[in-house]
Nanobody, 122 residues
Framework: QVLLVESGGGLVQAGGSLRLSCAAS????????TGWFRQAPGKEREFVGR????????YYADSVKGRFTISRDNAKNTVYLQMNSLKPEDTAVYYC???????????????WGQGTQVTVSS
């Protein structure tokens, strides 16, 4: 069993930065790849990016490529989402999830966090 808790969300001006954290409990977390997702009001949840369990592979949605970076520290059971050059359209609830690397792209995961709100003002 893996419990995921996101933190670090908040209000930021356009062009600013935020770093989200996804803290996991459970000794098996390092076996899972981890993805970040977001859901804006009135829209479906969408894939943002993913990182392999080893941390050596990452993949991003085109909408965030070059602005967002995912990293992980397995010793701390934590995955990070560094968000730079934020835009108002990045406003959403951000979720992390643990599962199989390629399946995360299709929003298929074994465990989900509860989400953290990110609001980008123009």
């Amino acid at each position: 069993q893996v419990l995921l808790v996101e933190s670090g969300g908040g209000l930021v001006q356009a062009g600013g930065s935020l770093r989200l954290s996804c803290a996991a409990s459970g000794r098996t977390f390092s076996r899972y790849s981890t993805g970040w997702f977001r859901q804006a009001p009135g829209k479906e949840r969408e894939f943002v990016g993913r990182i392999a369990n080893s941390g050596d592979l990452t993949y991003y949605a085109d909408s965030v490529k070059g602005r967002f970076t995912i990293s992980r520290d397995n010793a701390k059971n934590t995955v990070y989402l560094q968000m730079n050059s934020l835009k108002p359209e990045d406003t959403a609830v951000y979720y992390c999830a643990a599962g199989q690397y390629y399946s995360l792209t299709y929003l298929r995961a074994d465990y989900w966090g509860q989400g953290t709100q990110v609001t980008v003002s123009s």
